[in-house]
């Protein structure tokens, strides 16, 4: 069975900073693109950040471009996301999602964790 | 980057009734389009992707049709558990880019 667990939100300051994870199981790491997607309360979905399965094809939203890094250890089964330089519009629940096919879109999801920024 | 557009926000359909959600890219995606389904404290899950093939378990009553940038997903007979949050989105930039319509919801009439 496919499980994707984040970790690491939390309530931060504006201008601070904060890690993500996500531990993966139930299917072969390695082999497939992830994603972080994130949903503001009672807003829609937005694509975040997006990482191939080798890390060397890696995308940003321009919303955070700049201020986000994505990597992932694949000895871990982990995918992160360092998040610097927190707004208040960064407040929201971040999911980590499976790519599949060309790992553009996402057939698994966690259930997410949950980033308030607020002083 | 590619804008996704939905319509309607909002639709209003009785069970059992036919439900149309349309989603418009700003740019052509060829086919690389896919529709999510959310529904309230739960994660979105895939129902169709390739624009039109439905994703592993996914009920026949949804199908996906369009092109280019033109798209649609319909439910044939509307089960209370549709009622839900629709979202598309495009996969064609991909890498780097990808990008989420702003949904449709689908609430009982």
């Known amino acids: 069975e496919v499980q994707l667990v984040e970790s690491g939100g939390g309530l931060v300051q504006p201008g601070r900073s904060l890690r993500l994870s996500c531990a993966a199981s139930g299917f072969t790491f390695d082999d497939y693109a992830m994603h972080w997607v994130r949903q503001a309360p009672g807003k829609g979905l937005e694509w975040v950040s997006g990482?191939?399965?080798?890390?060397?094809?890696?995308g940003y939203a321009d919303s955070v471009k700049g201020r986000f890094t994505i990597s992932r250890d694949n000895a871990k089964n982990s995918l992160y996301l360092q998040m610097n330089s927190l707004r208040a519009e960064d407040t929201a629940l971040y999911y980590c999602?499976?790519?599949w096919g060309m790992g553009g879109y996402f057939d698994y999801w966690g259930q997410g964790t949950l980033v308030t920024v607020s002083s | 980057e590619i804008v996704m557009t939905q319509s309607p926000a909002t639709l209003s359909v009785s069970p059992g009734e036919r439900a149309t959600l349309s989603c418009r890219a700003s740019?052509?995606?060829?086919?690389?389009l896919a529709w999510y389904q959310q529904k309230p404290g739960q994660a979105p899950r895939l129902l169709i992707y390739g624009a039109s093939t439905r994703a592993t378990g996914i009920p026949a009553r949804f199908s996906g049709s369009g092109s280019g940038t033109e798209f649609t997903l319909t439910i044939s007979s509307l089960q209370s558990e549709d009622f839900a949050v629709y979202y598309c989105?495009?996969?064609?930039?991909?890498?780097?880019?990808?990008?989420f319509g702003g949904g449709t919801k689908v609430e009982i009439k």
């Open positions: 999602a499976k790519g």
């Open positions: 740019q052509s995606v060829s086919s690389n």
């Open positions: 990482i191939s399965w080798n890390s060397g094809s890696i």
């Open positions: 989105q495009q996969y064609n930039n991909w890498p780097p880019e990808l990008t």
